[in-house]
């Protein structure tokens, strides 16, 4: 049985600027153990023009970026939601991080979609193998806004509740309805019946979830 207090999660989109944070922001909430990271090349948001886009590098400050969108134009992107979003990621950590560039482990690893989710398989099995330690990655397609992100941080944390309701202790699943409660109580493996666990989740949410168990 897995320790849910070790139970480490990472959730994953493009720049992790908006989907990722929001979710990981949720999680960390609910008392997940939980980092968050992107996978693009540099970090992209949208600009004044289609064509012209924000860039910065993985590693510069939330607070960095907040700062010059400020000055490039206040009322532009305070009107577009921006530097919301960028104030809330300052609260939660210090930089948007490159999942390729980091060297810690996790149990469960979220992609928000398909192109991340692959980009993730890949530098996976890329990987020299250190210990076999089994990872879960899971994708759930959410549309990159800020309305969509949030319906997906609720999405990604009852999947990932699924998990923890098979690790927890009865009393710790209370926030989880009475159907999820007894789906989840036929099993305590999560290796063996994380398949199980997401046909249920598939036919509760009406979502397609693509999975693969890879090794550190």
Known sequence: MTDPSKLSVAVICSSNMNRSMEAHNFLAKKGFNVRSYGTGERVKLPGVAFDKPNVYEFGTSYEDIYRDLEAKDKE????????HMLDRNRRIKKCPERFQETKEQFDIIVTVEERVYDL???HMESMDS???RPVHVLNV????NAEDALMGAFLITDMINLVRIRVLPFPHSMELTLISIFQMAKSMDLDNDIDEMIQEFEERRNRVILHSVLFY
């Open 120 to 122: 993730v398989v890949l």
């Open 141 to 144: 397609d959410v549309v990159d």
């Open 130 to 132: 250190v210990d076999n």
């Open 76 to 83: 532009y992107y305070t009107q577009n939601g921006l530097l």
